[in-house]
């Protein structure tokens, strides 16, 4: 592992190393915890090289704030990044980033800043932290530019810090995509941070208070949900806020400095949680300031099927979804609805600016039909269910798939479908990246052998020339190698799927332990 203190090292060791793969960036201040352990593990799987910054960003603290004494231990920093498998760490110095001066005041002024939409810096921790996001924006734009990496990491329990950043890459159009990672906490409840060390032994066993209040209100707004057609839904600002606000009332040595209910992207505050919501506190314990959020989703369950080529995913994910009367968001037939209209357009495949310019401007459209449960796909207005089973499709789909501005933008499309739920999806990496909050995530998989034997059994079906056992097993092998070592939407298994292996068992045999795992979870969930 490398460890850069100046802008130009960390330059150069990225033009020698870059070479066309993938960087992922997490911006830190150091004092590593589990938190921040989990970001550089997702990172390390997502890319070839990681980079983890490590700055304790003077303009985002206020003259009255702990920059001064903010933990600072480098050492064992670095034993942690080594340990997580960090290619480098830059960690410059405040004069490095930001030039020869004091950052007094009056030396600030002559500082270009990045000033973010006002509307979602004045709420939250941006009353009582004037300057704070600014100073963010500008610390994080700055690593954006010197790292330049396709991926950046950013922790779901700063919620405030991660919208404002993801609307800033909107807004700035910075190539890179913003990973939000879920919140890791202590057994207590209590978030991981850097500033629980400043806890007293008291402080600290009262902390986990600010979860378990968190905790008594998305209870609630989950059994609101599932009495909604008998009783009150339990979705209002008031309710949710009461309920918080009496739970951290059983503490004495708090103050609480906001209890707020806000939309997650917008941070605009709701009076109802329509489709999602954010519930964030900021509290005192003593001189300690700590903060907690949770998202609350008002939409349907969305399950996520990943698997190796060949293991029955849309077979499956078709019935799962016909049983259940859920949504078969079926990928495939958009990434053929997309080469289509490539197809029709008559632009040279080979053209990849023409084709992302295309598909940008594309619109996909998914109905289930009412009488036969089978999906009917439109793009651009034109009912398209037919033609693209054509074979002119069937030939040029995986090339089109494997352009990243198609897969961009439809992973977007999808996710768009996603606010909603209430749908199965499949492919190779819905569960680890184009839903990765989804509340049931199958990894279906079957032994090499079997995936052949079906495959040969298809074939025949088809009354299509056979092929030899021997020559598809080796065929399949080798595709799961690629699969899996793709740069582009390589096959995971996310940690929390439910590993089915499909040996010996029918289509209705999983497709029924599909759906009794669905109606375990999400009576477990509530
Ligand atoms: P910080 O060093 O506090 O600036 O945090 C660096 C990154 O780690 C930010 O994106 C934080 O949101 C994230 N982070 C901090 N604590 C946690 C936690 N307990 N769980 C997940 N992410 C965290």
Not at 11 to 26: A, F, M, P, T
Not at 89 to 106: C, K, M, N, Q, W
């Amino acid at each position: 592992m490398r460890l850069f203190t100046t802008t130009a090292g960390l330059r150069c060791y990225l033009e020698r190393q870059r070479g066309g793969k993938d960087v992922g960036l997490v911006p830190t201040m150091g004092a590593l915890h589990a938190g921040h352990l989990s970001l550089i593990e997702r990172a390390r799987r997502e890319n070839a090289i990681v980079i983890v910054s490590i700055f304790v960003n003077p303009l985002q603290f206020g003259p009255t704030e702990d920059f001064q004494h903010y933990p600072r231990p480098l050492e064992e920093d670095q034993q942690l990044c080594e340990q997580a498998g960090v290619d480098a760490i830059f960690a410059p110095s405040a004069v490095e980033l930001y030039g020869d001066h004091r950052l007094t005041s009056d030396t600030q002024a002559e500082l270009t800043h990045i000033v973010p939409s006002t509307a979602m810096t004045s709420v939250l921790c941006g009353r009582s932290r004037p300057g704070h996001f600014q100073g963010v924006a500008t610390v994080v734009t700055k690593l954006l530019n010197l790292v330049q990496p396709e991926r950046a990491y950013f922790g779901q329990k700063d919620a405030q810090q991660l919208a404002i950043i993801r609307r800033l890459v909107a807004d700035l159009n910075f190539p890179v995509t913003i990973v939000a990672c879920p919140i890791v906490r202590e057994e207590s409840g209590l978030a991981y941070s850097s500033r629980n060390q400043y806890l007293t032994p008291s402080q600290k066993a009262q902390a986990p208070i600010l979860w378990s209040a968190l905790q008594a209100a998305q209870k609630a707004f989950q059994a609101g949900e599932l009495d909604a057609p008998f009783g009150k839904p339990f979705r209002d600002r008031t309710s949710l806020i009461e309920v918080v606000k009496s739970e951290l009332a059983s503490v004495s040595d708090i103050q609480v400095e906001y209890v707020e209910l806000v939309h997650p992207t917008t941070l605009t505050p709701l009076d109802q949680v329509e489709d999602s919501g954010l519930l964030a506190i900021a509290a005192r314990f003593g001189s300690t300031r700590l903060i907690d959020n949770v998202l609350l989703q008002h939409r349907k369950p969305i399950v996520a099927i990943d698997g190796p080529a060949g293991a029955g995913k849309s077979t499956v994910a078709r019935q799962v979804a016909q049983t259940l009367g859920l949504m078969h968001l079926d990928t495939g037939a958009m990434y053929r609805a997309l080469t289509w209209r490539v197809l029709e357009a008559g632009i040279d495949l080979e053209d990849e600016p023409a084709i992302a310019e295309l598909v940008s401007q594309s619109q996909i459209n998914l109905v289930t039909d009412e009488a036969s449960g089978a999906i009917r796909i439109w793009i651009d207005g034109e009912e398209v269910t037919q033609v693209i089973r054509s074979l002119e499709v069937t030939a040029n789909v995986s090339f089109i798939a494997a352009v990243p501005a198609v897969r961009r933008e439809l992973v977007k499309q999808q996710q768009r479908w996603g606010c909603k739920g209430g749908v199965v999806a499949e492919g190779r990496d819905i569960g680890t990246h184009v839903f990765p909050d989804a509340e049931l995530k199958i990894f279906l998989t079957a032994s090499v052998q079997e995936r052949a034997r079906r495959r040969q059994q298809d074939l025949k079906d088809q009354e299509l020339q056979s092929v030899s056992l021997e020559q598809l097993e080796q065929d399949i092998r080798l595709r799961d190698v690629r699969d899996s070592t793709r740069a582009l939407a390589p096959l995971r298994k996310a940690a929390d799927a439910i590993e089915i292996n499909t040996d010996g068992l029918s289509i209705a045999e999983v497709t029924e332990r599909i759906v009794s795992l669905y109606h375990q979870q999400i009576s477990t969930s509530v």
